[in-house]
């Protein structure tokens, strides 16, 4: 087959998928036969797995093709570095890389076939969610998030273009643009919809606030979130601060692209077409939740062998969302050593966000220190950006530790310190959650 037919094969592929010509049934039917595909074309084409697959083991898997198979980590694609690719750089579509947040930044080149079958389903989504809440696609988009290096920026300005959505690129740390500049243009232009981070969109509300304007006045009704965890508490949170309704743009990374998309309902939805996502148990936990592990379908510049991203999820069964998409719902919980025992509980990262969103309505931002008491048990302390309103300052106490089952102190603060406040910004992520125990 011509690198010209694999193309279009996987364009009808995921075409008609999206289209519900075929069904999540028929896709399982086919899932060894796509697979042994894979493990066929990245032992030819990439250096990396020729190697690795034939020399190590995995686990046990629950798709037959996958059983015993290899695991792909991070510290593989730090040290395989270009070798690991599946075409030389000359025939690819574009270059990416990490950040590097996790450690050194990795090569994430894409070919044709990556762009166009990740972004078939980004671009389904956009234009489900965009006609759920305008009933067309004509309103005026701010794309907040960097483009050098990153595909942040490309793969929203492609489905915008394709889409005819008009946007404006507006990302707050770039050198021409910032906070003030990106608030003055939103009114000054009539932005409707923002597609950021959540730290963005809470920055954006803070910096409104400042300068006397409630956010919610602004033109904006409708915020899709992506780039750092994103909680169904904060979701709510930021759709109330905004008056405008919000939901996932994507969850995805560099590496492994556009795993799964929003939904008008709030609810993320795997690509199904492109990955087989397994849910490695987690010895830290006791749950259904594990680590999500994903070999990428897609024959394009880099596709992944069972990869394991790093992340929490868990996996619904189909038709949990009313939505009416027939992919399954993936929920992420933050990462797998981000997992903090608190009070003797270990949580999650989301867990930790959920509780607190809960007790408190309208927070612009919050940052936890997790540290240890006098008597030597842990204590929360946790800055918080936001009006309480009737609430007492003692009942969130009581409430948030009543879900932790630590001590809990509120300091109540207009600003957060720089490195929480921008470090959406810098690195893409927002740590909001510090293990000061770690520093004793």
């Known amino acids: 087959m011509t690198k010209n037919q ?20 028929e896709l399982n039917e086919k899932g060894d036969l796509r697979t042994q595909e894979i493990l066929g074309y990245v032992q030819e084409q990439s250096p990396f797995y020729r190697d690795h697959l034939r020399t190590n083991t995995g ?17 593989d694609l730090r040290s395989a570095n270009t070798s690991i690719c599946s075409v030389p750089f000359d025939e690819i579509a574009m270059y990416y890389e990490t950040t590097g947040t996790t450690g050194k930044p990795t090569p994430c080149p894409r070919a044709r076939i990556d762009v166009e079958t990740s972004g078939a ?56 643009v910032g906070l003030e500049k990106a608030a003055q243009l939103i009114t000054d232009l009539g932005v409707r919809s923002l597609i950021c981070s959540p730290a963005v969109a809470l920055a954006l509300a803070r910096f ?24 169904p508490e904060m979701l709510s949170n930021i759709s109330k601060i905004w008056d405008a309704h919000c939901t996932h743009g994507l969850y995805g990374s560099q590496e492994v692209h556009a795993v799964a998309t929003g939904c008008p309902e709030g609810n993320l939805h795997l690509s199904e077409t492109n990955y087989i996502a397994e849910i490695l148990p987690n010895n830290s936990t006791d749950s259904d939740v594990g680590e999500l592990c994903l070999t ?10 069972r990869f ?81 309103g009737d609430q007492s300052i003692d009942e969130i106490e009581k409430q948030i530790a009543d879900d932790f089952g630590v001590p809990v102190r509120l300091l109540l603060s207009n600003q957060l310190d720089p490195q929480t406040e ?14 000061c125990r770690l520093t004793l």
């Open 121 to 176: 389903y980004v671009q389904n989504a956009v234009k489900e969610v965009y006609q759920s809440t305008f009933g067309t696609m004509r309103a005026l988009t701010a794309i907040m998030g960097p483009s050098e290096l990153y595909s942040f920026g490309d793969t929203y300005g492609e489905v915008c273009r394709n889409l005819g959505i008009p946007f404006v690129r507006l990302w707050p740390e770039s050198p021409r």
């Open 296 to 305: 990428m379908l897609v024959p394009g510049a880099k596709p992944l062998i």
């Open 59 to 75: 686990s046990l898997s629950a798709f037959k093709a996958l059983d015993g198979v290899a695991f792909t980590t991070k510290s």
């Open 208 to 231: 409104y606030k400042s300068i006397g304007i409630d956010p919610q006045q602004t033109s904006v009704g409708q915020i899709l979130v992506l780039g750092e965890l994103c909680t």
């Open 308 to 388: 394991r991203t790093g992340d929490l999820a868990y996996l619904y069964p189909p038709g949990y969302c009313k939505c009416g998409s027939q992919s399954r719902c993936i929920r992420i919980f933050g990462r797998v050593d981000e997992v903090m025992t608190i009070g003797g509980r270990q949580m999650f990262p989301a867990s930790i966000e959920s509780a607190i969103l809960k007790a408190v309505d309208r927070v612009l931002g919050y940052q936890v220190n997790v540290k240890v008491a006098k008597d030597g048990t842990d204590e929360l302390e946790i800055a918080m950006v936001s009006q309480i």
């Open 6 to 25: 694999s193309y279009q094969e996987w364009l009808e592929i995921v075409t008609a998928y999206l289209n519900k010509q075929t069904n999540l049934q």
């Open 422 to 435: 921008t470090g959406a910004y810098i690195s893409w992520k927002h740590a909001r959650v510090r293990d």
